[in-house]
């Protein structure tokens, strides 16, 4: 299989087209069908093997294994957007814990309260993060989306 094989069979994962894909990694139009006669130069390649997360060797067929895949949970999300929240729903729980006296209806909030609070944020931020991309238009998208 060649390389140009290989992007063919990531794009069509991905659903992009390889002009899209050229766009978005800044390659001329039509650089990468020309792969097909020419040999690209690394930085090229290593552009492509960022972009879909994989191994330079991926892309040139010395092995089937791939670096990361881009997997998602039950829910849609990457493994980076978990770990984006994670790290938002540790923020807002600092936040919720640092502040003294923290009450609600004129009682000091329990632990179980603010577990029940964090939960309640936890589906409010991956609610909104789903409203947010499925509206980004495909052309400001991070490739993990």
């Not at 990468?32 to 991926?58: C, L, M």
């Not at 006296?101 to 000091?108: A, D, N, T, V, Y």
């Amino acid at each position: 299989m060649t390389v140009v094989d290989v992007i063919k069979r990531l794009c069509k994962e991905q659903k992009i087209t390889i002009a899209e894909l050229e766009r978005r990694i800044q390659l001329s139009n039509g650089q990468i069908r020309k792969w097909e006669n020419q040999t690209p130069g690394i930085d090229k390649i290593q552009k492509v093997a960022d972009y879909f997360n994989v191994s330079v060797d991926y892309l040139l067929g010395r092995t089937e294994q791939k670096i990361k895949d881009i997997t998602k949970d039950e829910e849609g999300f990457t493994e980076k957007d978990q770990k984006d929240i994670g790290k938002r729903m540790e923020e807002i729980r600092k936040d919720l814990t640092d502040t003294d006296g923290l009450m609600f209806s004129g009682e000091p909030l329990t632990e179980e309260a603010l577990d029940s609070l964090m939960d309640a944020m936890e589906y409010i931020v991956k609610h909104t993060q789903k409203i947010n991309k499925k509206y980004i238009p495909k052309k400001y998208r991070k490739e993990s989306e």
